[in-house]
């Protein structure tokens, strides 16, 4: 009979230390199911803000498009007007080749001028050089 009494007792702490375990190891599944649901969370809010932004850029970059469009198809009605203005090409020609003349009259007179107004200090120092005695 005592061995009996052994027996179920041994029987009744094998069951506990069971027990003890198997609430431990759910303690610790729930935990990471716990994570596993707020990461899910997490990422769904993430998916569904990136989602919206690329709703938003999308919408936005028809819009864009459309208005680029629009100024294409305007910009070819202007230049289908200019097609037919008489351009006289030679005097415009001639008329830049003035000005660049000019320019470049303008600018050969500055720099002769910066030339000379440089040049005239070193020629006198040479000068005085040449003339003291060593």
Do not use: G, W
Not at 37 to 56: G, H, I, P, R
Not at 78 to 89: G, T, V, Y
Request: glycine share 0%; hydrophobic share 35%.
């Amino acid at each position: 009979m005592q061995d009996l009494v052994e027996d179920f007792k041994k029987k009744y702490e094998d069951e506990i230390n069971k027990r003890t375990s198997a609430e431990n190891d759910f303690v610790t599944i729930k935990k990471d199911v716990d994570s596993c649901y707020m990461d899910k969370t997490e990422l769904q809010a993430k998916m569904e803000m990136l989602t919206q932004e690329v709703d938003f850029l999308r919408t936005l970059y028809d819009t864009e498009l459309s208005q680029l469009q629009q100024n294409v198809t305007d910009t070819n009605v202007i230049l289908s007007m200019d097609n037919n203005r008489n351009l006289d090409l030679d005097s415009i020609i001639a008329e830049v080749q003035s000005q660049y003349e000019i320019i470049a009259h303008k600018s050969k007179a500055e720099s002769e001028e910066l030339y000379h107004s440089k040049a005239t200090p070193f020629s006198l120092i040479s000068m005085k050089n040449s003339r003291s005695p060593l």
